[in-house]
């Protein structure tokens, strides 16, 4: 850990303030947009910080803080924490657990607003920078395009918005540790379904049928060469097949068979790949056994694409405030997906991962942020606006 002194660092209370406000809204979960009562507890702490505006409904529910710099204009640089959490029911037995079954903070959500909420405070009260800075904090990353969705409202032209920048914490990366890379970090998360139409009948005559579970299951199979045979070696891809309903009796044939899944690819190519590929194989496997084959394919999100140049400057600034751990800036990509794709489409910036700990893993009933990390999720924060909007600040310490 360094050992220089930020002016202003926080102290064992001001870590263990923003973890009380994480176990506050760990407590209290809410799903994708519906995050009325958590985007309310973030407006007021921004509020309280003196944040120069506040805008609550951007995107349905999002919220918007802007803090202004006391060193003049300069430009504005966004920094990302989103708000939903999971339909999990919790497992922890913590004091702080989920009180609304069914739901909880399992992605560690809860760990990214506290987190920026405590950068927010120091950074309005200091303002030692030039330009602007935007905190957003985001509904529905968990399937809902909640990122999208406030692009959609407005977000970077209402803002101003040049650069975005995001972190997630890291199940098994230790903690005071980052890891990032320049280009793809995470995947595209699209989905298929597959409506396969045969003839019902006697599952004692199947003669007089056209069994639609049977092309199924070879449609499963062929579909699992598309990686092995048609996809360059070199190129990250993964077809997984992760539902199959048919049938309700054991002397039935049934009419029709249904099957779905999702494609995950780092590159577009790929991705227009495996779309074509799954198309072609529905169709020929099923005209191969008689039957019909209805493939609908919906694009989720983009790949997660750092700038190169912006990636390395993360690296750096986390490599100021990174425990014993240090920064991995060459991390391998992960196949998982994150809307904060849409943003890095709109506007060049990074993606960082911040390391929780030997904790459960993400979207696991027992998984609990790990507050340990606090005070390093706050310091890259603080560091990062600094170094993006032109202050020379010294080498930090986080506790």
């Known amino acids: 850990m360094n050992e220089a002194m930020l002016s202003g660092s926080g102290d064992a209370q001001e870590w263990e303030e923003v973890a009380a406000w994480r176990r506050h809204l760990h407590e209290r979960p809410e799903l994708q947009y519906d995050t009325h009562e958590t985007a309310a507890f973030v407006a007021a702490r921004l509020a309280e910080f003196g944040c120069d505006s506040v805008e609550t409904g951007i995107g349905r529910t999002g919220v918007v803080a802007v803090v202004e710099g006391r060193r003049g204009t300069g430009r504005t640089v966004a920094l990302r924490a989103d708000m939903d959490a999971l339909p999990i029911e919790e497992e922890t037995g913590l004091a702080h657990a989920s009180r609304h079954p069914g739901r909880m903070h399992a992605c560690g959500h809860d760990g990214h607003m506290a987190m920026l909420l405590g950068a927010a405070r120091r950074l309005a009260r200091a303002r030692d920078f030039a330009g602007r800075i935007a905190f957003v904090f985001q509904p529905a990353e968990e399937g809902g395009a909640g990122a999208k969705a406030m692009l959609d409202d407005g977000l970077v032209p ?81 077809v997984s097949v992760t539902k199959f309903h048919a049938g309700s009796a054991h002397n039935v044939i049934p009419e029709t068979a249904e099957l ?68 991995d800036p060459n991390v391998r990509p992960l196949m998982g997906g994150e809307d904060f794709s849409y943003m890095l489409e709109a506007r060049p910036g990074a993606f960082v991962f911040l390391g929780n700990g030997a904790s459960a893993s993400l979207h696991h009933p027992r998984y609990d942020f790990n507050d340990a990390a606090i005070p390093y999720g706050i310091a890259y924060w603080q560091a990062l606006a600094a170094e993006a909007l032109g202050v020379d600040s010294a080498p930090l310490r986080v506790a």
């Open 158 to 238: 209402r803002f101003g918005i040049e650069e975005f920048y995001g972190m997630h914490n890291m199940p098994g990366l230790e903690v005071g540790g980052f890891a990032t890379c320049p280009g793809p970090i995470m995947a595209s998360t699209d989905e298929f379904s597959v409506t396969i139409r045969g003839r019902g009948g006697h599952a004692a005559i199947p003669q007089l049928a056209i069994d639609p579970v049977l092309t199924g299951a070879a449609l499963v199979q062929a579909m699992q060469q598309i990686v092995s045979r048609s996809a360059d070696p070199l190129d990250a891809l993964v």
């Open 260 to 327: 779905g899944g999702t494609v995950r690819t780092l590159e577009e190519a790929t991705r227009r790949l495996a779309e074509r590929r799954i198309r072609e194989i529905a169709a020929g496997v099923a005209a191969a056994y008689g039957a019909e084959a209805c493939v609908i394919y919906n694009r989720n999100y983009p790949v997660t694409r750092n700038d190169a140049a912006k990636a390395r400057f993360c690296a750096g600034v986390a490599e100021r405030v990174a425990g014993e751990a240090g920064v």
